[in-house]
């Protein structure tokens, strides 16, 4: 087959390389596959053309208009993914493997879309919090919120994930309105080009929204600014150079590194060599040592029991690693694919002899190639140490390969200091069934970890395991894992976003973020506001009610036809005593029915659905002989479809004598 010349994607166009063509050879049988170079690129009109072009572009559009597009590029990539699947094969991986790189990818800018539709509103400003309140009079308040930065993303991306490793990075970034230069790692670099021609063939991009550097970024970083952000996956000692650079340090550009680390793995001291924690933790340590032969960030390179079950694990984990079958990954019957190259191989090689200084291989053939000698093949390598307090490698030395070192504990604390001993890791899962100790590990080595799974048998079923990291949650660790934070929902979005602290009227902020701020001025009704539809209510738009004073009548009659007799409602005697009231009070859910009753409009109109309350509160209890009166206004409009939309409403409860008694946010669907 002849080899592909990959091309950049720059400045609007495709451009191959020019000067000498780097090999990218395949991990199953050496052949060259793909050619590439990005020598001849301008990448400083590169920055530029993305902040010229695709950044004001996609800050134009809303986070709603932003989410259609991922959701766009998903079904571009789904509809053209078995092409990226053939593609796969080449980097070692088998179609197991490939589906968490490939479908992994296509399902977090699923996720991203969905989020961005549901918990962003159809704006191009974000709220972060609520409102302070800055003075004693209220016309002088305080906001913070989130702009989109106005420059680029720089990508720089590892090998063992081409797809997923691109499209995780670029959800939360296109989401937030920044531009993306794609930098992925050269060894995988045509899976990573492929996956971008379709999304450029989607034509749903703004142009200079991405753009693609397959090779060298030559003199990229010295073009960055303030306004950029660089984010990096790979080897720490790469993180350490790059964030180093003289640029980075003056311009203080954003860095978000995600390193590799020396994740742990810990079969809790309730387990007992029966138990379905055991068999949970062997197969997923031996997973872990398998899956993408054993190339992810998050895999479990060390592998702790308590030492009475140290040789029943290890028994136990030789016996599943013996049906592990190696071969071209194109088989089915293959589990187990290549390294992503014969350098690679070597590494792994070399840093398993180092760790070998601390630990004795109990299973596994380090220098056997187990398939054939031109592809980049390794049997999974199990090792063990005695005594893992003092070793020197074992804690601070990586193979990125199928290899995990089996250790012993004495107890939970000693549990807790040895996990601690990887400096800062992405992920550390635990196999228990006591809640005691989960908790323990969770103060004891939280700090020292991005992510936390606690699986156990009622959780193993649904579970997506140690080494998955899923687009709702934080993906990144503290120390050597890099100090960053990929995804974790809205979380990620944040990262490519300033956020600013806004001082001002209230008039002035809600006219900065389209919502109702307390102490702005109102419009009041002209009509019933459910008389009219989502576009004809604008933001401040305020009913206030008739009162309904509240009878001990009322507050019984409630009593006895819900069934809620509390002392503080039926019992005078007894609620005089409490401090809280000094007497009977009406029921809260009594007044929150009371004031729906108040500013309902009964008849078929625009309301198409009340579907909830947020933020409710009680502020003051209401006593028998006391009025309630209701302020009903438009706080927020999010459009949800073209023909309906969601209001919600701030809805403020007062007394006879003008105090909140209660508030809370009602949330509407309206006809548009």
């Not at 572009?57 to 991922?70: E, N, W």
Request: proline fraction near 5%.
């Amino acid at each position: 087959m002849k080899p592909i010349t990959l091309q950049n994607y720059a400045e609007g166009k495709w451009i191959a390389g020019s000067g000498a063509m780097a090999e990218l050879r395949s991990a199953v049988n050496g052949d060259v596959v793909a050619l590439t170079s990005s020598q001849g690129l301008d990448f400083g009109a590169m920055l530029s053309f993305a902040r010229e072009h695709g950044g004001p572009a996609l800050r134009a559009l809303t986070f709603h208009q932003r989410a259609q597009m991922l959701k766009a590029l998903a079904e571009a990539l789904t509809a053209k993914k078995e092409a990226l699947y053939d593609l796969s094969y080449n980097t070692g991986a088998t179609k197991a493997d490939s589906w968490i790189d490939i479908d992994g990818g296509i399902g977090t800018f699923a996720v991203y879309q969905a989020k961005g539709r549901r918990e962003l509103p159809n704006d191009t400003i974000l709220v972060d919090g609520a409102v302070e309140a800055l003075s004693r009079g209220g016309t002088f308040q305080g906001l913070h919120v989130f702009t989109s930065l106005q420059g680029a993303a720089v990508h720089i991306n590892a090998f063992n994930f081409p797809v997923w490793g691109m499209l995780e990075k670029l959800a939360p970034t296109f989401l937030a309105g920044l531009p993306a230069i794609v930098k992925p790692a050269s060894a995988t670099a045509y899976l990573t080009e492929a996956a971008v021609r379709i999304m450029l063939e989607a034509n749903v991009l703004p142009e200079g929204a991405l753009q693609l550097i397959v090779g060298s970024t030559g003199d990229l970083f010295e073009h960055l600014t303030g306004q950029d952000v660089v984010s990096f996956t790979g080897s720490a000692a790469t993180a350490s150079q790059l964030k180093s650079h003289p640029v980075i340090v003056h311009e203080s550009v954003r860095f978000v590194a995600e390193q590799d680390s020396l994740n742990a793995s810990v079969l809790g001291p309730d387990a007992t060599a029966d138990s379905p924690e055991f068999d949970l933790f062997i197969k997923e340590v031996a997973k872990e040592m398998t899956v993408k032969a054993g190339q992810k960030c998050t895999a479990i390179r060390r592998a702790l029991a308590p030492a009475a079950l140290l040789d029943a694990a290890q028994a136990a984990l030789i016996a599943r690693l013996e049906k592990t079958a190696i071969g071209d990954p194109r088989d089915e019957a293959t589990r187990m694919g290549a390294l992503v190259s014969v350098s690679q191989r070597q590494d792994v090689r070399a840093k398993i002899r180092e760790i070998g200084a601390d630990a004795s291989i109990v299973y596994g053939d380090l220098d056997a190639s187990p398939v054939n000698e031109k592809g980049a093949f390794l049997s999974p390598v199990l090792l063990r140490c005695e005594r893992p307090w003092e070793a020197r490698f074992l804690h601070d030395v990586e193979a990125f390969g199928p290899v995990s070192t089996l250790m012993p504990y004495r107890d939970a604390a000693d549990a807790i200091a040895l996990a601690n001993r990887g400096k800062g890791s992405l992920v550390m899962s635990a196999f228990t069934y006591d809640a005691g100790f989960a908790r323990d590990l969770a103060l004891g080595s939280g700090s020292f970890h991005g992510r936390l799974a606690f699986i156990d048998r009622d959780s193993a079923k649904e579970s997506t395991g140690h080494g998955s990291p899923m687009p709702h949650m934080i993906h990144g660790g503290p120390g050597r894992a890099g100090g960053g934070e990929e995804m974790g929902g809205v979380r990620g979005v944040a990262h490519y976003m300033q956020r600013t602290a806004l001082q001002g009227h209230p008039r002035v902020l809600s006219a900065i973020v389209k919502r109702y701020i307390a102490g702005m001025p109102v419009q009041d009704a002209s009509e019933h506001p459910f008389r009219r539809k989502f576009h004809d209510l604008p933001i401040g738009y305020q009913l206030k009610t008739k009162t309904r004073e509240i009878t001990l009548e009322d507050i019984e009659h409630f009593a006895h036809f819900t069934g809620d007799t509390f002392y503080a409602h039926m019992d005078e005697d007894a609620a005089r005593a409490n401090p809280l009231f000094g007497g009977r009070v009406a029921h809260g859910y009594l007044i929150l029915s009371f004031a729906a009753g108040l500013f309902v409009d009964a008849p078929p109109g625009p309301v198409l659905a009340n579907y909830g309350l947020d933020n409710l509160r009680f502020v003051k209890p209401v006593k028998p002989g006391d009025a309630i009166q209701v302020a009903l206004t438009v706080k927020d409009k999010t459009l949800r479809r073209p023909d309906q939309g969601e209001v919600r409403w701030d809805v403020l409860v007062t007394n006879r004598a003008g105090e909140p008694v209660a508030a809370y946010d009602l949330l509407t669907m309206n006809a548009a």
